[in-house]
């Protein structure tokens, strides 16, 4: 997040490398910072002759330095463009040359998504030197909370824990997805507001009584009427609940449970560092670990994964949805 900062702000500051590349397994920060150059490098009257842009797949590393080494007309710099520029990983080794002695007049963007360059490589080295390599991390799911309060802090929102669980939990960790979710309220709900469980319940769609967040809250609290509730109510909706989520999140947090058994520093502090949630949530697992001892933990996580392969359709292609949910529930409360 610092670099992307950074970058951003040399660039407001007039201070432009002629490569930028950037790369990575999550792409939002690598489509936001080449959007951001897109819009704001050049004027609107300079763009149509001096910016162009290309796809990976359409085009070649020859192609790309061709254009790169034109010069600027009516105006001090150009922009190209590369995007999808993981279609180019098997001959991205031929952009070295360039990447040596590259065009000051140019600044020429990677969009390379999905993959990184072997920073030991010649390539990775050299675009390194004369220019800007930045990789965007995928962001760990205990990670993705404190990101969005800060993607929403900064325009002047806030959000409930809750609601922001609920989020990761029905969107993953995929930042692009959660960001046009949080567009779509931005719309609906006025700056200062604190987005609720509610507001997610209303305006996108998901239940904040019968969602995978509530099943392991009651998992952990041995509340068996609210989950077989909440099993019910994914069954009657398959769709919008798979059950191989359903049985893959179940799993990791009994495996969790069994890494908090294992702690020597049980601290709040610790205990999230170490399982990788949100500190807002020890609390749950605090009272799940007092239900639930080791030697219980450990029987769980060996039957969940006989349901979590069921669940893959293996050995089980009779057994419904419902039924193999049920089976879960009895594996746990038994």
Do not use: C
Request: aromatic share 10%.
């Amino acid at each position: 997040m610092d670099e992307v900062v950074q970058i951003i702000k040399e660039i407001k500051s007039g201070i432009f490398k002629p490569i930028y590349f950037f790369m990575g397994e999550e792409p939002y920060y690598i489509d936001k910072l080449t959007e951001y150059i897109e819009d704001n490098v050049l004027t609107e009257d300079e763009k149509g002759f001096n910016q162009v842009v290309l796809y990976g797949r359409d085009t070649s590393i020859e192609d790309i330095v061709s254009n790169a080494k034109r010069y600027p007309m009516m105006a001090d710099r150009q922009v190209v463009v590369v995007k999808e520029a993981q279609e180019l990983s098997r001959t991205i080794d031929k952009l070295e040359a360039y990447a040596e002695n590259p065009q000051p007049t140019t600044v020429l963007v990677f969009a390379y998504k999905y993959k990184t360059l072997d920073k030991r490589k010649k390539v990775t080295k050299l675009l390194a030197k004369t220019g800007v390599v930045f990789e965007s991390k995928k962001l760990y799911e205990n990670q993705v909370g404190d990101w969005i309060k800060r993607v929403l802090s900064g325009q002047k929102y806030a959000i409930e824990p809750k609601a922001a669980a609920m989020l990761v939990e029905f969107l993953g960790t995929d930042l692009s997805k959660i960001n046009n979710e949080l567009d779509k309220l931005k719309i609906i709900l006025p700056q200062g507001h604190t987005i609720t469980a509610k507001d997610i319940e209303d305006n996108i769609g998901i239940s904040k009584d019968y969602n995978n967040f509530e099943l392991r809250k009651a998992i952990g609290e041995k509340d068996q009427i609210k989950a077989y509730k909440i099993i019910t109510f994914f069954s009657q909706n398959p769709k919008d609940n798979p059950i191989v989520v359903t049985t893959g999140l179940v799993f990791g947090f009994f495996s969790q449970l069994l890494q908090y058994h294992g702690l020597k520093d049980k601290s709040k502090a610790n205990v999230a560092k170490v399982l990788k949630i949100n500190p807002y949530f020890v609390s749950d697992y605090d009272v799940a670990v007092r239900n639930y001892p080791m030697k219980k933990v450990s029987a769980i996580v060996s039957s969940l994964r006989d349901i979590d392969v069921k669940s893959k359709g293996v050995g089980a292609n009779s057994i419904s949805q419902h039924d193999l949910l049920k089976e879960m529930l009895i594996k746990i409360f038994t």
